[in-house]
């Protein structure tokens, strides 16, 4: 059986076991569902990041590692076999689009875990703790937004080749923590004198109690948001990155495409290569889409007084 669990400032005392926490789960469920059926465009943009998940996760299995090439269908227009044309070596845009979606998508999601799991530890610990840990923090914070990232990854890219998600992720999520480290502490700082906050410290309840139960909590839905956002932020850094030609193109994403398409392909010049240059631009647009419309679901998901209107 469940050990009932003790809510500090609530009246009486009172006491959840895991019967009411499971209740509570389950009505918060029912509200997202609510939520996002009050709005199409809302469950739209959950589709759209369901579509890429599973073609980030399970599209480049269904390709060769090697796509195949068709000499004699160079810049081939969009037809029922290729929906998005052939490039200039004959590939089909399709699956270039697909079997680079992994790499983009997970550089992201990597990007964005390490920038908010960094961001928000050193924003909640500094805006709790005040002081000189506030202090140092927040000087080692300023010391990362300002480190230059272009010089830096050219650095970087003598000795790296970037050809796994992960070291780009660990980079772009080492150099962009600090503005959520920054938008953290200044939501810490505000909600550390709330009633609630007083109460725990009046239980004499120790900090990580209250930074981990109370706090972090209270600023999920934020922290949610930062994290979609940071997705958005890693796509267009890396996508940026490849496209400019700063990294080498030791693996197939939506920024490599864009660099060959414009640069080697010629598709500012000839409309034939344009289902090329179009097909990342394309992909990269319904990701951002998908993506403000969920965080446009999760600010009322999170808010009660914009549920109740």
């Known amino acids: 059986m469940t050990a009932p669990t003790i809510i500090p400032g609530a009246p009486g005392g009172t006491r959840t076991t895991g019967g009411a926490r499971a209740t509570l789960r389950r009505n918060f469920w029912r509200g997202v569902w609510r939520v996002l059926r009050r709005k199409p465009s809302r469950m739209l943009g959950v589709i759209i990041l369901a579509v890429f998940a599973v073609m980030g996760a399970f599209g480049p299995l269904f390709y060769p590692a090697q796509l195949p090439r068709d000499n004699n269908a160079l810049y081939a227009a969009p037809s ?4 998005f044309g052939t490039d200039f070596e004959g590939t089909d845009v399709l699956a270039l689009v697909i079997t680079g979606a992994r790499y983009v998508l997970l550089t992201g999601l990597i990007t964005a875990v390490i920038a908010i799991v960094l961001g928000t530890g050193v924003g909640l610990f500094a805006g709790f ?3 000189r840990w506030d202090s140092l923090l927040m000087r080692i914070t300023d010391m990362n937004l300002a480190i230059p990232g272009l010089p830096l990854l050219l650095v970087l890219s003598t000795v790296w080749k970037f050809t796994s998600a992960f070291e780009m992720g660990l980079v772009l999520g080492l150099l962009g923590w600090g503005g959520v ?3 953290v502490r200044a939501q810490t700082l505000s909600l550390r004198e709330r009633g609630f906050i007083e109460a725990a ?3 004499g309840l120790s900090t990580k109690h209250i930074i981990g139960r109370e706090l972090l909590p209270s600023m999920a839905p934020f922290i949610a948001m930062n994290m979609l956002i940071a997705v958005t932020g890693a796509v267009y850094a890396q996508v940026g990155l490849f496209f400019l030609g700063v990294l ?3 693996a197939n994403n939506w920024g490599v495409m864009l660099n060959l398409a414009v640069f080697g392909g010629g598709a ?3 409309t034939a290569a344009l289902p090329y240059l179009l097909a990342p631009l394309l992909a990269i647009l319904l990701l951002t889409l998908g993506i403000v419309l969920v965080v446009d679901a999760m600010d009322e998901i999170f808010n009660p007084r914009l549920r109740e209107e």
């Open 248 to 250: 080498p193109f030791e």
């Open 80 to 83: 029922l076999i290729h929906p």
């Open 268 to 270: 500012l010049t000839t």
């Open 129 to 131: 703790r005040r002081g």
């Open 181 to 183: 480290a920054r938008s």
């Open 201 to 203: 410290r009046g239980l």
